[in-house]
């Protein structure tokens, strides 16, 4: 009775987002939820069900106790060591890197931006102060 089980190979793969990416199992369990990234590396659909916290606990524990986990994922990384790839842990960053516009200042502009003062051309024109950054540091090359 109960619900099926887990397939072992999508609770391994869940391991392994999860060992280099440095989550614990709660975090993990959400950003499953959250990426489709994740969900396509592990093969579910949008509406199938993603296990939970205590699940993956519970599987990691079991390998554990088999002393299974240390050869599983020695065995993996010597498969992804032999198809050139070198697995790295990390973490997962939320951001998106903008190009900043070039600032194209006047020498007089920077003595007045590093001594902390607004050039004088730019007190009527506020489109200028809006694209120019007044808390840069300038430094020499």
Excluded: C
């Excluded at 032999?82 to 997962?92: D, R």
Aim: glycine share 6%.
């Amino acid at each position: 009775g109960g619900r099926p089980p887990f397939n072992p190979v999508v609770m391994f793969k869940i391991l392994v987002i999860q060992t280099l990416n440095n989550l614990s199992d709660e975090r993990t369990e959400y950003l499953i939820n959250d990426r489709l990234s994740f969900m396509r590396f592990l093969g579910l659909g949008l509406s199938d069900r993603v296990p939970d916290a205590k699940t993956l606990w519970l599987f990691r524990e079991r390998l554990t106790q088999v002393g299974a986990i240390e050869g599983l994922f020695n065995r993996f990384d010597a498969t992804l060591r032999h198809a050139g790839y070198l697995p790295m842990s990390g973490q997962i960053l939320d951001a998106t890197l903008v190009a900043a516009p070039k600032q194209r200042n006047t020498n007089a502009e920077k003595a007045d931006l590093r001594a902390g003062r607004i050039p004088e051309d730019w007190q009527d024109k506020p489109s200028k102060l809006s694209h120019k950054d007044r808390h840069a540091r300038w430094t020499l090359k």
